[in-house]
Each structure stands twice: as C-alpha cells, then as structure tokens.
C-alpha cells in the first residue's frame, strides 16, 4: 500500500474535526470496524465453506467413517486410511493419469495460447473477428464439449468426423475412448481441453504482449537482431515473464481440477481416472468412505502444495519488478 | 506499397511486419485455425437440427437436407430428463451465484486494498493462503459439511458456498488498489465515509471491471458441473450441466434429442459472449491477471 495506515488514519481524522487526544483511537476503531464491516461477511463464509470443512475432513480422515460425518469414538484408526490409500493401487495410478495429463497439458496448452497470441498480434485483418472465435469456446462446458467430442467427432464409428476424415486417407476406424491400448484416448481428452482454455490464456498473452515497450525492439533492431526468432527468444520471451509464470500456474491448477471431461468422456475407468474422479468415487460412490475420502483429498492437497511452491521456487515468482 | 504506409505508425523493425508472403502466410495459418475452432459448435448445430438416421447415415453431411424443429417440443416434454426445469435451476444459480459473488468479493476486496486498518495484510494473506487450497479438493469436506447442515438437492447447498470466492476477492483488491485515490479523497471531503465513497464513487466507476468480473463468475457457474453433481442428488434439483451429463451417460435419447439439449444449454452463454466480449477482454487483461 502507498499510504502507511497512520497517515491514512490521519486524513480521516482531519476530515472529522475531533479534538485530538481521544480521536486517534476512537478514529483507529472507527477505521477497524470499517474494515470488518467490508470484510467480515466474504471472511466468516470462507471460514465455514471452506476452512471448516478441511478441519472437518482432516478429523474425519483418522476415523473409520462409512455413511456418517460424525464418526465414533471406537472408530478411530489413526492413519489407517493414509496408508491404505498409500497402498491402494487405483489411487496411486491415479495419480500417475494425473501426472500424464499434466504432461501434455500444460506445456501445449501453454505454446497453443501464446501462438495464438503472436498470430493474432501479426494481423492487421479481422483481428476483432479472430480473437473471438478462438475466445468462444470458453463459453462452453465441459460436458457440452465432451458431448461433442464423444459423441461427433471422436464416437469411434464410421460417422464420427475424425474417423471420417481419417477415412479420406484410407485409414482404418479407430476406437479413440474405448480401448484404452494404444492410449488414442489421451488425443481426446487433451484437444478437448485445449479448444476450451487455449482463447483465454491467448487474451492474457496478447494483454502483455502490448505492454512490451516498442523501443526495445528498435534498440533491437538497431543492434542487427533479425525480427523474428532472434526478437521473440532475447526480447518478446523475457518480457513476457510474470506472464508466462502466472499462466503455467493457472494451467497447472485448472489441470488439478480435472474431472469434467473425464466423468464424461471416459467415467469410472481405471486406464483414465485421475484423482478428482477416484475420490468423488470412493467419498460419494456407493461405498460413501468419507474417512478413506478425506484421507485421499489431503494427500493430494499435500503433494499439490508441494508442487506449487517447487514450481514457484524454479520458476523464480517473487524476483519479478512490478505486478 | 502497404508497407510504406504503416511504416511511418509501425516501424519496420517491429515484429508485427514480416515480409508480403509472410503476412499471407500468418492470415492463412489464423483462417484455418480459426475454422477448426469452429468445428464443434458447427456440428452442435449441425446434429441437432438433423435426424438420426441422417447423422448416423454412412456418408458425410454437411448438413440436413430439411432442418426439422420437432426436437424441441420432444425435449422439453421428455420424462426422463427434467430439461426444462434444470435450464430454470441453472439461471436461478448463475444469476443469484454471480449477484452473491460480485456483493461479497468486492466489498472484501476493497476492504482489504483500500482501509488502512492495522491487521489488513495479514487478513490478506489468510485469504491468499485459502486459495492455495484448490477448490476441487475441497469437494468432499464441502459436501460433509452442506449435507450437514441439510441443503443437499436444495437451492441454498447449490449458491451460497459458492459465494466466497477467495480468487475474485484477490482480483477484486487487485483492481481496487488501482483505483484513482483522488476520486475518493474528492468524495472523504464531501464527507462521505468509506461504505458511502464505494458505493457512490468506486462501484460507479468500475464498470468494465464489474462486468469482466460478472461474465467470468456467471459463465463458471453455469458451466459448473462437479459441485451441482455432489448437491443435486434429486433430479429436482439438476442443473443443465447434470442433466445433459445424465443424457450423455444414460445414452438412450436420441443423437438429435441431445445436441439439440447442448445447443440449449450454450446458447445463453454464446449470446452473453458475443454481446460482451469487449469488456471482457478488456477485464481480463486489466484485472491484474498479468501476475
């Protein structure tokens, strides 16, 4: 903040005229319960939809609780369910389908969005017209899109468009989501994912491209730098750094979160099943096992607060000037 | 010849200008880019004003022959799928999620970038370390804790502990710590206090941003799938989402029947889109996302 709290505290003071030994605290309270007045109802509803629940899913996570969220006393198992979700081969393959995803989305996703935004900052012709069409498909759901994809253009049959287009070269059928060998159906769930997301992550891209001051690449150009590879690598890349870590960030997050498209594409399948799915499975399935559930949900929540701060830690996010 | 023209505004140093073929090149890559990204909303409209005997007939259609809207009525009268009643559950949720959201995060937001009170930064970190639980994860102890309080298959269990949205409070302050101080210290001499400066000075000067913010929350929330499929255990109680997930798995309507059920289910959102694009893209990009 620009102005120190004190100071603050002192122009509100001088607009109210009190006389001055006793306005300073009556003026901090005032300024205090002003705070929690704009605050206090956004921070007690993150305290019970969110804090709460993860205190009560940690306590939940040491008992043997099956249909219930207030388990026994007798029911207590200590970390009975930490390790057998550790020992539980669906929920560590699960994870491995994660990891997967994560591999092909977030680097395609990544180069897709900020290509899009280098095209589109190159066109003199229809700009408005482009960005919108590569923008719209983030209007639709995940399960529109997963409707589309499986039922039109991945549906394995000769009707299917890709089947149909493979057909034009003489290529044989491919069943794309139901036989998971060879593993076709990672090209549906990653295009799908990339339709969806890629418009919006180009919008931040082509926000910063325009934020990259015009001088450098005269001083650039100036030097004998051919435009081109040699200004996007030394110059367009470096500039769009706080950008680009905000980006994989986001995507890696939004990836986390995977259980759209897969519920809809694939369901309850072990070859594809990332976490989010095996969890909603176990906790809400037919079995209901909120213990063995949280225990799961907490493990994840671990492993991805561990990713985070590495990732942050490598791509340097605090040594970044500005905002 | 064009080249001299923009040169004089776009130096030709500047990335934006390749040689003639090169320009060609880029406008052709953007057109076929561009058509490919259209190809999906292409064959919803395609299938759902079809047959099913033309969609599944062996050779490729580019579309029916006689567009036929009896789907329509048969959607809507379909027992199975309560599709009427889930597009009213989703446009109740989305408008009373979105109102909820903006009421609740900006207020929070300006609260934490704009009063000065003394614990405000550590307020603000407890918010961001909040966000770094990732929502989704958060599904199964959110469950346990709405079923508890018994607002499973009901409107409150499906808005309200959606409404405190840490993200869009973080982006709320993001933006209100840009907002132009002298506007409220014009206001702060007119004796206006902190509640009436924001409602009368800063809300009716963010209206791009309030906007962005809007679009984003309403087309998450009437996008959502994974928290209405946790709560929405009566088909009363289904969002469009739900239900056309239930289409989809269930597999026993016809290939028409359901594009045209996504048609209508994307069709409020396209509409919002085409009409307000421009400020959203320019909130997105102004809303402090840039990191």
Redesign the interface.
Known sequence: ?????AA??D??RA?TGDQRPRSRRSG?RR??L??????G???A??A???????A??AY?SFFDATNT??PLSEDFVGFGNYTRMLQDQAFLDSLVTFSVFAAFIVPLTFACSLG?AL???????ARA?????????????????????????FNG???G?AN?VLDLFGVDDVAWLFNPDPPWYWLVIVSLRL?IQC??YM??F???LQ?IP?HL??A??VDGAK??RQ??WHI?LPQLR??S??VVMLIL?AA??A??EF??LI?NQAYARPP?VY??YT??GTQQD?GR??AG?LI??LI??IV?LLQGRLLGFGN?EG? | MSAMT?AKTR????????SKGA?AA??V??SV??VL?????Y??VR?AFATDAE????G?MWFPSAPSWENLPNLFADPAVPMARSLVNSAVVAVASTAGTLL??T??G????R????H?DK?FYA?LA?L??????????????V??LGWISDFRGLI??T??N?FV?FLCR?YF?GFP?ELE?AA??D?L???GS?WRIVIPNSGNFLAAIAVITF?GA??S??WPL?IGRSPDSWTV?VA??TF??AQTVS?SQ??LA?LV??FP??F???FL?RF??QG???T????
Do not use: H
């Open positions: 903040m620009a102005v120190s709290p603050a505290a122009t509100d607009g901090r300024t205090a002003a705070f929690w007045a704009f605050t109802p956004f921070l509803g993150l019970v939809f969110t804090v709460v629940p993860v009560w899913s939940l969220v207030t899009l095209l589109l900052d190159r066109v003199r012709f017209f482009f960005r919108s069409v590569f923008f719209l498909p983030f209007a639709c759901s995940y399960v529109v899109a997963s409707l589309v994809w499986k039922m039109s253009i049959v000769r009707y468009l149909a339709w418009g919006f919008i931040l082509i926000a910063a934020q015009a690449y005269e650039a150009y435009p081109g200004t996007f367009t706080a950008t870590v905000a997050i986390y979160q259980f759209d519920v809809n369901g989010l969890l909603y906790a809400l909120l559930g949280s949900a994840l929540a991805i607060a985070t970044k905002r | 923009t130096p030709g140093y500047e990335p934006g200008l390749g320009r880029n406008l890559i953007l880019l561009a990204f259209l190809v999906p909303f064959l919803i299938n969609i599944t007939a062996p490729w609740l995060c207020t929070a300006y609260g934490l970038a009063i000065p009170y003394r405000a307020v918010v909040t770094m639980i990732p929502s989704a994860v958060t599904f199964v102890p959110s469950f346990v804790m079923s508890s309200i502990p409404l405190f840490g409070a993001q710590l101080r210290e702060r001499v004796g206090g902190y509640w924001f087309v009437w996008n799938f994974l946790v989402q056309l997930s989809l798995t290939l359901l594009f996504a289910a994307i959102l396209v919002v889109f085409l694009q959203l893209v997105v990009a102004q402090g996302l840039k990191g």
